[in-house]
């Protein structure tokens, strides 16, 4: 159930049930005088039992633990409030925060949704396509009382001194912890090894996929020896994972560019041109989720190039459409 990485540091594995993620990386770090829990897993009874069952296994006080969260997404959030205590401090940034506090309410639904129409996203679709997203059905109990950080803050845990980076892309306000004396970075979702971190739109946030490119350069530039991602394996070569990423976004955006020849479209419509790694073999079979997702990753990859000049964007009968420069 749980598994002993450096002293006095330890992995829980949070199944995901039905989620093509798997599981959840949560990470627990013992001291004699608080505790730290990175990450929950999906406020859901599978969830909860296997962490229950991983704290309880190394001994774990919850009313002498505090949780960070290292970005809003439920499969990293949705338990916190199920397990803060009155004594716990719940780390999370700003942005991302406030995201999760609202991210149980119709009203955000209703917003997301409209935003995500914008891009082409069919109305018809809209209501299944939010009523099975995980962050709608596996959100927080109840709002937190977050305890807010942000680029250099300090994080302090038996003989691991962290400080916090700040690593937007992924989401608004997603957040790293780098350990310099023991070069050790707990990623979230910034890095991950076998699989590519979802970039997606986000409402007010212009050029979600910039923001993680750059954040890429700002853990380049990092002495690491071991990166913790929140999903499948550990990283130990953290500078050629990040040359693979960069080069998936740029080919991404290159194939973008290249669809784009055919003319004008919208970010629905460019997703369902571009390659996918899954079982599918045609766009009508992809679930509605997995349309939702990919509509989300063609949009980033059209802003980031709108943002550069590369292509032009309108705003034609209700949705943003894209096209070549001429």
């Keep these: 159930?749980?598994?002993?990485?450096?002293?006095?540091?330890?992995?829980?594995?949070?199944?995901?049930?039905?989620?093509?993620?798997?599981?959840?990386?949560?990470?627990?770090?013992?001291?004699?005088?608080?505790?730290?829990?990175?990450?929950?897993?999906?406020?859901?009874?599978?969830?909860?039992?296997?962490?229950?069952?991983?704290?309880?296994?190394?001994?774990?006080?919850?009313?002498?633990?505090?949780?960070?969260?290292?970005?809003?997404?439920?499969?990293?959030?949705?338990l916190a409030a199920t397990?803060?205590?009155?004594?716990?401090?719940?780390?999370?940034?700003?942005?991302?925060?406030?995201?999760?506090?609202?991210?149980?309410?119709?009203?955000?639904?209703?917003?997301?949704?409209?935003?995500?129409?914008?891009?082409?996203?069919?109305?018809?679709?809209?209501?299944?396509?939010?009523?099975?997203?995980?962050?709608?059905?596996?959100?927080?109990?109840?709002?937190?009382?977050?305890?807010?950080?942000?680029?250099?803050?300090?994080?302090?845990?038996?003989?691991?001194?962290?400080?916090?980076?700040?690593?937007?892309?992924?989401?608004?306000?997603?957040l790293s912890l780098y350990e310099p004396d023991k070069k050790l970075l707990i990623s979230g979702d910034h890095l991950l090894d076998d699989i590519t971190p979802n970039i997606t739109i986000w409402s007010g946030v212009p050029d979600s996929l910039g923001r993680y490119l750059q954040s890429l350069d700002k853990i380049n530039r990092l002495d690491v020896d071991l990166v913790l991602p929140a999903h499948r394996k550990l990283i130990h070569d953290h500078k050629k994972r990040i040359e693979e990423l960069q080069a998936h976004h740029q080919h991404r955006l290159n194939e973008v560019l290249s669809i784009l020849e055919s003319g004008e479209s919208d970010a629905y419509q460019t997703a369902a041109r571009m390659t996918w790694d899954l079982t599918y073999s045609s766009w009508q079979q992809f679930p509605i989720p997995q349309k939702w997702f990919a509509t989300g990753e063609a949009a980033a990859h059209l802003e980031h190039l709108a943002a550069n000049n590369l292509i032009q964007k309108q705003y034609k009968n209700g949705k943003f459409v894209f096209s070549r420069l001429k």
């Design 1 to 78: 159930m749980t598994e002993n990485i450096l002293s006095h540091f330890y992995r829980i594995q949070v199944p995901l049930p039905n989620n093509p993620l798997k599981a959840l990386n949560s990470y627990v770090i013992k001291s004699k005088d608080r505790n730290l829990i990175i990450d929950t897993g999906f406020n859901r009874p599978e969830c909860k039992e296997a962490m229950y069952a991983g704290l309880e296994e190394l001994g774990i006080d919850l009313g002498k633990t505090d949780l960070f969260i290292t970005h809003v997404h439920a499969d990293h959030s949705g």
């Design 83 to 174: 397990l803060a205590t009155q004594n716990s401090r719940v780390y999370c940034s700003q942005v991302d925060s406030l995201i999760i506090n609202d991210s149980c309410s119709e009203s955000h639904w209703v917003n997301h949704g409209r935003h995500f129409q914008s891009y082409g996203f069919p109305l018809d679709n809209l209501k299944n396509a939010i009523n099975k997203h995980p962050a709608h059905k596996y959100c927080i109990e109840f709002e937190l009382d977050f305890t807010l950080v942000g680029e250099g803050d300090p994080i302090t845990i038996g003989d691991y001194h962290f400080t916090v980076i700040e690593t937007p892309g992924h989401t608004p306000g997603h």
